[in-house]
């Protein structure tokens, strides 16, 4: 059984910075793309930044210049530096990725959700 399991969500100010770590665990024959989602009360989830196994990085409009995702592929976890964080970031944010649990078997996952909040 493959998990994924997120920290590093807290309450900072406007202007702080945090890091999110999501660590996946399990039967891993190898992963894909990961990334973060993340979703703020009375909105849908929506893409924060992906990383693929190739290196290739997506992010959303509105984190650019202040986000960055990162993976540390032997340790099977991906990271999300947040700097300049603004109140609009507040949500709770979801790890997602895309596992091989077997050579030729790919599934998507993923995690429970770290909140972050930001206040004034």
């Known amino acids: 059984q493959v998990r994924l399991v997120e920290s590093g969500g807290d309450l900072v100010q406007v202007g702080g910075s945090l890091r999110l770590s999501c660590a996946a665990s399990?039967?891993?024959?190898?992963?894909?793309?990961m990334g973060w989602y993340r979703q703020a009360p009375g909105k849908q989830r929506e893409l924060v930044a992906t990383?693929?196994?190739?290196?290739?990085?997506n992010y959303a409009d509105s984190v650019k210049g202040r986000f960055t995702i990162s993976r540390d592929n032997a340790k099977n976890t991906v990271y999300l530096q947040m700097d300049s964080l603004e109140l609009e970031d507040t949500a709770v944010y979801y790890c997602?990725?895309?596992?091989?649990?077997?050579?030729?078997?790919?599934?998507?996952?993923w995690g429970q959700g770290t909140q972050v909040t930001v206040s004034s």
């Open positions: 997602n990725a895309d596992i091989y649990y077997s050579r030729f078997v790919r599934r998507n996952y």
């Open positions: 399990g039967s891993i024959f190898g992963i894909d793309a």
């Open positions: 990383s693929t196994s190739g290196g290739s990085t």
